[in-house]
């Protein structure tokens, strides 16, 4: 049997992240978002706040959770 990877575009978030919102991706390619798909699924993140995989409001950390709807996120 072969390996097939699918993406489940409601995952897909399309807001601007906080601007403490750290990912190893944002090191290798400059980018938070990354158009590659073997990119795109990298998920460590950190607070750069914090330097933990949990944010200042002890919520996880991650692109589709540090959005405006949090205390502690900030814009651009």
Known sequence: MS????VNESD???????VHLR??????TGDLNPS???EAGSH??????????VG????PV????????RECYHAR
Not at 3 to 6: D, H, I, V
Not at 44 to 53: A, E, F, R, S
Not at 62 to 69: E, I, K, L, W, Y
């Open 3 to 6: 390996y097939q990877r699918t």
């Open 12 to 18: 897909v978030t399309a807001g601007p992240a906080c």
């Open 23 to 28: 990912s190893k991706a944002m090191y290798v």
């Open 36 to 38: 590659h798909l073997d």
């Open 44 to 53: 460590y993140c950190w607070c750069n706040l914090t330097q933990h995989i």
């Open 56 to 59: 200042p409001d002890d919520a």
């Open 62 to 69: 991650d692109r589709c959770n540090c959005v405006g709807s």
